[in-house]
């Protein structure tokens, strides 16, 4: 059995994103928590947020005990990508990308 959350269209590149989920994968929930907390990444805060949430699911969806929960996955997929522009000098036009992350955390128990 596992609990899961999602977060869609999250305005932070999955590049970024990517780098903060490496850090937490087949932890236990609170260790993962612990090492959100202190990390001085921007995708931090989100993901931390997202655990939280996927421990909410777990205990009051599937009455999983919170105390041997453990982030067996968690991915980011790039979501829709915004297209701007910029002027730049003599006319020209300079694309940017607004990148947006689509993110998922799995837990499941202890065996």
Do not use: W
């Amino acid at each position: 059995m596992e609990a899961r959350a999602y977060l869609r269209n999250a305005r932070i590149s999955p590049r970024k994103v990517q780098i903060v989920l490496d850090l937490i994968r087949n932890k236990p929930v609170d260790l993962a928590l612990a090492t959100l907390d202190l990390t001085p990444k921007a995708a931090s805060p989100i993901v931390a947020k997202l655990v939280k949430s996927a421990q909410a699911n777990a205990e009051n969806n599937f009455s999983m005990d919170k105390d041997n929960l453990v982030v067996s996955e968690c991915f980011v997929t790039p979501g829709p990508i915004m297209k701007r522009i910029m002027p730049r000098a003599q006319g020209r036009a300079y694309r940017i990308l607004k990148r947006t992350s689509h993110i998922t955390v799995v837990l499941k128990e202890k065996d």
